[in-house]
């Protein structure tokens, strides 16, 4: 998990992405991952708890090290983290990255089959438009913390 100082960096990065940050330190808590080379903070995901499911938001990576699968990496070790934390489902909202997730076996969905207290979340109140297309995940073997 990020650090603080790591977690200002990632801000910046998702900034710099044109991704939503103001709800970052909002109640339920985001847990972002970063990845790094060297020093430097290359890669950012988050993760959000509501209930049994995890709302996956907040992928970027620098424009230096796209093209690499970075990406793909960021979502295995947030799959990984989120069946750790007994999540049976990931739901997320996407403008620019629907071929990546449907890759990784996200399939899409209508946002008013998304549960409602996951639609209670900033990011489906008003941070995400409602051209963003919702995508929904199994999770197997979750196992709680």
Do not use: W
Request: aromatic share 4%; hydrophobic share 45%; proline share 5%.
């Amino acid at each position: 998990m990020a650090s603080p100082a790591e977690r200002s960096v990632a801000a910046a990065l998702l900034a710099s992405n044109r991704l939503p940050i103001e709800d970052l330190d909002a109640e339920p808590h985001v847990e972002l991952h970063v990845a790094r080379d060297r020093d430097r903070v290359i890669g950012v995901i988050g993760l959000a708890r509501y209930g049994s499911m995890g709302l996956l938001r907040s992928l970027a990576v620098a424009a230096d090290h796209r093209g690499q699968g970075l990406g793909g990496r960021l979502v295995a070790h947030l799959e990984q983290r989120a069946i750790e934390r007994g999540f049976g489902e990931l739901f997320l909202l996407t403008e620019t990255a629907a071929a990546l997730f449907e890759r990784h076996g996200y399939r899409r969905i209508e946002r008013d089959r998304v549960p409602a207290e996951l639609r209670t979340s900033a990011e489906f109140r008003s941070l995400c438009p409602a051209t963003a297309n919702c995508f929904v995940k199994g999770l197997p073997g979750a196992t709680p913390e």
